[in-house]
């Protein structure tokens, strides 16, 4: 297994020291995890992203999916059937499954839609005001200061 150093990146950010742990984590999770079912995940416009995965043979009631503390978890469980099939072949896969995904701060799940044995998760990264980047007064004084001295002539 590969490691990262990441001394680099202490030098010049403050708050990052979970990161480490945090590619850890995702690096086995990627090395240990099934290739079932496929996905991808797509830039679709600013700030908008998109995960779409490939879950044919299952109906909406067979999936879930939920957000809990920065985690987008898909879980397909196949409902149990009565009907006792003999297959020769099979090749389309209906096992269950659960995908997790790690989102980053201010990303929101804003719907998912399945057409055509896909499932397509919609997201948003919605910066809040109070986070995005302000402009600081020096002293608290911020009209333009005009540096020419005042001239008093007394008659």
């Known amino acids: ?29 990627e090395q240990s995890a099934p290739g079932y079912p496929p996905y991808n995940i797509e830039v679709v ?59 980053a701060d201010h990303v929101e799940v804003q719907n998912a839609v399945t057409e055509n044995g896909l499932l397509r998760v919609n997201l948003l990264r919605e910066i809040p005001e109070a986070m995005k980047p302000k402009t600081i007064a020096i002293n608290g004084n911020t009209s333009t200061i005009d540096h020419k001295p005042e001239l008093n002539i007394a008659s």
């Open 1 to 29: 297994m590969t490691t990262i150093d990441l001394t680099p990146l202490y030098r010049s950010t403050v708050g990052f020291d979970r990161m480490a742990s945090l590619l850890d984590s995702a690096m086995r999770r």
């Open 45 to 103: 416009g600013e700030n908008q992203y998109q995960i779409t995965l490939a879950v044919a043979g299952f109906s909406d009631d067979e999936l879930d999916i939920q957000v809990e503390n920065g985690v987008l978890s898909v879980k397909g469980k196949k409902a149990d059937s009565e009907d006792e099939r003999q297959y020769l072949h099979q090749g389309i896969a209906t096992r269950s499954f659960l995908r997790k995904f790690n989102l």
